[in-house]
């Protein structure tokens, strides 16, 4: 752990919290007498303080406009990174987003497309709702708004989005 530790100090925090649950099991079944981790604390974390200024949202937002040549981006992409800035939703669950889970006014994410796995209900506002309509239209058939251009039948994968940032990032 101190290896570790050394080089990717969450990372340690999360192979011995993996560690003290597994010597804990041997120890409850009387495989080991006791947990050699018992009373062993983990490193300290701090959360990530960086927020994005209003001049870096401006300038992302400009770039992904569906007209600008210059960001050469599968035009699904762009739509779903707004509609990632819009909502302030997980890129996993915009670009999850089926027709199913679109109503007259709100966006609901089932709970298994969420992190604390609980139904989430996301207002539609104006420009939402327009990112949207765009988007069905690159979908066609597709029963997700934001699919694959690999394949129809799936959505964007976060992967995807993140390369396409990526490729941008300049």
Not at 27 to 54: N, W, Y
Not at 80 to 91: C, E, S, V, W, Y
Request: hydrophobic share 40%; aromatic share 6%.
């Amino acid at each position: 752990l101190d290896k570790v530790r050394k080089r990717a100090p969450i990372t340690a925090n999360r192979l011995q919290g993996v560690m003290i649950r597994m010597f804990n099991f041997a120890s409850e079944r009387g495989i080991i007498d006791f947990s050699p981790l018992a009373g062993m604390r983990g490193g300290k974390e701090s959360s990530r303080s960086r927020v994005r200024t209003d001049a870096e949202i401006n300038t992302l937002w400009n770039c992904l406009d569906l007209e600008r040549k210059d960001i050469d981006m599968y035009r699904l992409n762009k739509l779903a990174l707004k509609a990632i800035l819009l909502t302030g939703q997980r890129p996993g669950e915009v670009a999850g987003m089926t027709r199913d889970d679109i109503g007259d006014e709100l966006w609901i994410i089932p709970a298994g497309q969420t992190k604390n796995r609980e139904e989430n209900r996301v207002p539609i506002l104006p420009m939402l709702s327009d990112i949207i309509e765009q988007a069905k239209i690159y979908s066609s058939d597709s029963q997700y708004i934001f699919r694959s251009s690999h394949d129809k039948e799936r959505p964007l994968t976060v992967g995807a989005l993140a390369n396409a940032i990526r490729r941008h990032r300049a």
